[in-house]
């Protein structure tokens, strides 16, 4: 780029997509070709305006179609959070690499759709435009497309950090036990001798309660896993409620 110069600063939010020289104090010049919009001079520093709350230009809050002018100091602020999405129901969209994740959303009743066969970064993308769900990544190009509907990076790729960045992020309502940790289908209680069929022959003899999908039809029961998932559950109802 050849053009205005102006100065940008980052939230410290912000800091892990942008090269050392933005992360320190006070705003870093960057060099603009006088034509593109803030949003494109954003994204070209590294952020995912998917991570991108308010702009500041100047001391006034701009659009990321505002094409800066020479000399503006931007500031640029990280989501609020919770975020809100407005205009459909919260429901989320994992790509390939966050498959525990997506399984512990559901074990919280949270939608979220999910396949362990990478379709691409162009169908993860249509499929976010045409359900209205929120991508969740960690690819930053993939959260540049600009087909997908709402998405947000996921900032840790340890399943218990993830889990608490998307609950804490976006604040979604909590139905633990009431969606398929396989499929994302909706569960049902049922009753033992309708689900006989499915069951090893000591599942059967100890266990009482179960409950099925209805989409999938997999037979749920508090297994020798259930301590481990009931800690799950009951630390992400407390966190919700702190």
């Known amino acids: 780029m050849n053009g205005p110069e102006i100065h940008v600063s ?3 939010e912000l800091h892990l997509f942008v090269a050392s020289k933005y992360t320190a104090a006070g705003p870093a010049p960057v060099v603009t070709d006088g034509s593109s919009t803030l ?54 969209l994992l790509d390939v690499h966050l498959g525990t994740l997506a399984r512990r959303l559901r074990l919280l009743g949270v939608d979220a759709a999910y396949t362990n066969e990478d379709p691409g970064d162009a169908a993860l993308a249509t499929l976010s435009a045409k359900e209205r ?43 633990p ?3 398929c940790t396989a499929c994302n289908g909706g569960l049902a209680d049922a009753d033992k001798n309708s689900v006989s069929e499915h069951l090893e022959h000591g599942t059967q003899r100890t266990y009482d309660v179960f409950a099925q999908c209805t989409a999938c039809g997999r037979v749920y029961w508090r297994g020798a896993h259930h301590a481990r998932l009931e800690a799950i559950v009951e630390k992400a109802l407390r966190d919700s409620t702190a």
């Not at 702009?55 to 602020?77: K, R, T």
Request: overall charge neutral; charged content about 25%.
């Open 177 to 179: 036990w009431t969606r």
């Open 39 to 92: 949003g494109h001079v954003v994204e070209s520093l590294g952020v995912p305006l998917t991570e991108v709350g308010r702009l500041v230009a100047d001391g006034a809050e701009v659009a990321v179609s505002h094409v800066p002018g020479a000399g503006e100091s931007i500031e640029v602020q990280a989501v609020e959070r919770p975020q809100r999405i407005p205009g459909a129901p919260l429901r989320f």
């Open 133 to 175: 769900r929120v991508l969740l990544s960690r690819d930053r190009g993939l959260l540049r497309r600009r087909e997908i509907w709402a998405g947000a990076f996921v900032y840790s790729d340890r399943p218990d950090d993830q889990l608490r960045d998307v609950l804490g992020r976006f604040a979604p309502a909590l139905a």
């Open 10 to 12: 980052f939230a410290p």
